[in-house]
């Protein structure tokens, strides 16, 4: 559906849901369960549009925020743009009744667009990118999403810092914060990342700091000592684990207290990633996860 046409079915309107940039620098309450938040990437065997062969307890994105409420006493689901049925305003609605009737903030949608990279510097082609995405802009501003993080960037540094001011400005218009990911694209380098950071330097952008996304070849644990103060989100990532559900990949506690030393006080998006879909309980990994987060915040 075309941006102008969605805009006029759905009643979204330029400014609405102003958010307040105080909500990513310090979640309110003591409880460290304000900090969390969970992806619906983790349960992509569950979702037939991720895994085409599932079958039995399957999940829809109007089922998450319950399921996220009861199972896991999460209220801040992340959605993957791949697990939407559709961007059609009445089934927006339904997504936004649900998370109304759980009481849930959804603080981001994931958003990939594929064959679209919005630092292609070839005429034309990042333009495409940065369409696409002010579409999953406006679905967030419909379903109170905090915030929209885009696309990949492979190619140009300019052209991806360009594409995202542009961004930007259409997000700060919906009440809508901006992120730029470390990708395994230009923005797993940190020094891409930062410079990215200070050339926008806008109150409606931030870094997405992923856990995961950063090639064997660099530190990551400097690389998110570096990206800490700019971060608006954290990708909580997890890698492997061992038969008695033992992280394996990497120090995920090291990552989280790096977090909070460089001043990070917003929310860990629960994930879980390693390609192909693993025999594992995830709602095991997930509990995992929280008490991990929980006992270092």
Not at 39 to 67: I, K, W
Not at 193 to 218: C, I, M, R, W
Not at 238 to 265: A, L, P, Q, S, W
Not at 286 to 297: G, L, P, Q, R
Request: net charge negative.
């Amino acid at each position: 559906m075309k941006r102008r046409k969605f805009i006029q079915n759905s009643g979204v309107a330029a400014g609405a849901l102003l958010v307040a940039p105080s909500f990513f620098t310090a979640c309110s309450g003591k409880d460290p369960m304000s900090r969390i938040g969970l992806t619906t990437v983790v349960f992509r065997n569950r979702f037939l549009s991720t895994n085409p062969d599932a079958s039995g307890d399957l999940l829809t994105l109007e089922m998450v925020p319950e399921y996220f409420q009861d199972r896991f006493g999460i209220y801040q689901p992340e959605f993957w743009s791949e697990h939407f049925e559709s961007r059609d305003p009445s089934y927006l609605k339904d997504l936004k009744k649900a998370l109304d009737k759980s009481h849930s903030t959804l603080i981001n949608i994931q958003v990939d667009t594929p064959g679209k990279d919005m630092s292609d510097p070839e005429t034309g082609k990042s333009g495409l990118a940065v369409e696409e995405i002010k579409e999953w802009i406006d679905v967030g501003a419909f379903l109170g999403s905090k915030m929209i993080r885009g696309s990949f960037m492979q190619h140009s540094l300019d052209e991806g810092i360009k594409s995202t001011r542009e961004l930007v400005k259409y997000a700060a218009s919906k009440g809508i914060i901006f992120l730029s990911e470390n990708h395994f694209d230009l923005m797993s380098f940190p020094e891409n990342h930062v410079k990215v950071a200070q050339e926008v330097d806008d109150k409606n952008f931030g870094l997405l700091a992923d856990f995961g996304n950063y090639p064997e070849s660099t530190d990551k644990y400097k690389a998110l000592e570096m990206i800490a103060p700019y971060t608006r989100l954290v990708s909580a990532k997890t890698h492997g684990f061992d038969e008695n559900y033992e992280h394996i990949g990497f120090d995920f506690d090291k990552c989280v207290r790096i977090m909070e030393e460089g001043g990070f006080k917003g929310i860990y998006s629960l994930e879980q990633w390693e390609n192909g879909l693993p025999d594992y309980d995830f709602e095991r990994i997930v509990d995992w996860m929280i008490s991990h987060v929980k006992a270092n915040v």
